[in-house]
């Protein structure tokens, strides 16, 4: 079996997962855009502080697909949505591989499936953070392990293999026969938290100890939870919760909820949304496919989600100048709820 591997940009999640498995000896190179971010892999090696301690990694990198060579077992695809069709379209005609696996959050394995067809897919997604400090220099902030799947729920030796490996990147990696729940149940933490996160320039946790933003939290999640139950997904435990459990059905709910979300952010109260890191640099956000999702699955079901639709207007105006991330987005989503 090939197991050589290809990471599909370098940043946060695909530096920080290339780093790690170099270092456990694993066959890795890395195809990332930024020149400067490749020229100092190949060369000094990537800055990498993981968890607190520092290390340099030095990993094989090209800046565009016509450098690579040979085939790889597998194509880790850490991308953001938007840059996606760029970068693989290239890689699918050249035939580099038979097995492409969607790692980046929101619904964005329906787009990755799109450009590399159905069998080549294999469903992950990534239960722990880390922060792109500037070419060269990356931090892994928090803990948890990668989930993989099969669209259909098999067992494959692919992805069974694959899991082993990825191992070694995030100790815990599992194959799900429900890869699905998982994605959805990952998709509600985005919504949710990256979504207030974002909109209110403050970390997961910051979300939680402000009494606005953590009741709309509890009403945002209940949105999505409503629009995975209409699609008929069954949503898996995630960071140690089941997703029904923050789910407001009634005003007696909200303790049991709020000890739930308390759970949920002992784990990942220290999280930065990857949305907030890219409209602190002037970049183009990930909310079209994240509360963007939620808002266009639900049109197709004929759901309402008027929280998911405002935090995407909001993130837009602040991707045009109009505004910036800050606590009177929480009291305009209130204002809805
Ligand atoms: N960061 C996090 O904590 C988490 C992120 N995710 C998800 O993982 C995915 C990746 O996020 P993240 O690692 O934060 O993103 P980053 O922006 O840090 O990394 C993406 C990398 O891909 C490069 N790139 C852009 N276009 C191309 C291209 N055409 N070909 C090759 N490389 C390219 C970027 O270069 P340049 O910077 O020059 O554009 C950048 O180095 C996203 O979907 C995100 O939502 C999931 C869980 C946690
Ligand atoms: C860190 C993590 C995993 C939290 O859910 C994430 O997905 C993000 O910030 O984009």
Known sequence: MNERILVVGGGAIGGVTAGRLVRAGHDVTVLDANGFHVDIMNGPGLVLDLLGTRCRVQIPAVDRPERLDGQFGYVLVTLKSLHLDAALTPLVTRNVSDTYVSLGNGLVQDVVEEIVGPER???????WGATNVA???LRQTTAAPFTLGERDGARSTRVTRLAEILQDAAPGTRVSPSI???????LLVN????GLGTVGGVLYGDVARDRTARDVALRLWTEGYGVAAGLGVSLDEIFGTRPAELVLREPADVPAATAALNAVMAQVGATKASMLQDLERGAPTEVDVINGGIVATAR??????????EIV???????????SPGPGAFERLAALA
């Open 135 to 137: 070419p060269g220099h």
């Open 121 to 127: 897919l294999v469903v992950g997604i990534v239960g």
């Open 300 to 309: 197709r079901l004929g759901l309402a989600t008027p929280l998911n639709s």
């Open 180 to 186: 699905l729940g998982q994605v959805w149940s990952k």
């Open 191 to 194: 919504s949710t938290f990256s």
């Open 313 to 323: 207007a909001i993130v837009h105006e602040y991707e045009q100048g109009q505004g």
